[in-house]
């Protein structure tokens, strides 16, 4: 079975057919893989493969990807907000206490301090406030990583290496295949400049990144299994 992600590229025009050969039945039409994919889940994997892969496809339900990531991100926003809450207010008591009348003790100096230390943490482990209105350039940036991400020159993009005759994770690419992307490539991906990018955008996207990357692996492995299914049928 070839990657099924170079099987879906035969979705896109062409005035290549690749589904024909040198007579007698191919063993994959293009029917057959669009048939197949449309057996994959619904949502944000099944889109990103397209969106990836097969861009014309993709290109026809655009918002079923842009709903799919606001999908994505939403419950994680709702938790910073949650938490950067519940910091908010802890310091608020934690003040309150000590103005109650009389000289504040050690003790209620201390919760505050670290009602305030831990309202700076969280702070710190928020996304931007301008995440939302940014999501389309963050989404597309890491779009197009997956889809033209080189494979780890150590492992060569098997995710693992054979040292005495084990195998093991790739200690370079940590197992993934792929190879390493730069923090300016990233930055300038998404329009930002490299230090602003560290300080402030690197959280959110390698987040974005990671689960996409998972999504997109878990539809290319629905669509392998769906198409061998396939094969095994026809055979």
Not at 206 to 211: G, H, I, S, T, Y
């Amino acid at each position: 079975m070839a990657n099924v992600r170079e099987l879906m590229a035969r979705l896109g025009p062409s005035t290549v057919k690749f589904d024909t050969g040198c007579g007698g039945t191919p063993d994959l039409t293009n029917q057959d893989i669009a048939a197949a994919l449309g057996m994959v889940p619904s949502g944000l994997g099944r889109e990103l493969l397209e969106a990836c892969w097969w861009p014309d496809g993709a290109a026809l339900r655009r918002h079923r990807l842009r709903d799919a990531v606001i999908a994505l991100v939403t419950p994680e926003l709702q938790r910073q907000q949650r938490r950067l809450a519940e910091a908010r207010t802890d310091l608020g008591l934690a003040e309150v206490c000590i103005g109650w009348g009389g000289s504040a003790t050690a003790e209620q100096r201390a919760n505050r301090d670290a009602a305030q230390q831990r309202l700076c943490r969280v702070k710190m482990q928020c996304w931007p406030i301008s995440t939302l209105e940014s999501l389309p350039t963050l989404a597309m940036a890491v779009i197009n990583e997956i889809a033209q991400r080189a494979h780890c020159a150590s492992c060569e993009g098997r995710g693992q290496t054979q040292p005495r005759e084990l195998l093991m994770p790739c200690k370079v690419c940590g197992g993934s295949g792929l190879g390493q992307v730069s923090d300016r490539r990233r930055a300038c991906a998404i329009g930002r400049d490299e230090s602003t990018y560290r300080s402030k955008w690197r959280g959110v996207y390698e987040w974005l990144l990671r689960r996409m990357t998972e999504a997109e692996q878990e539809a290319a492995w629905a669509l392998m299994i769906t198409l061998n299914k396939g094969e095994g049928a026809a055979a």
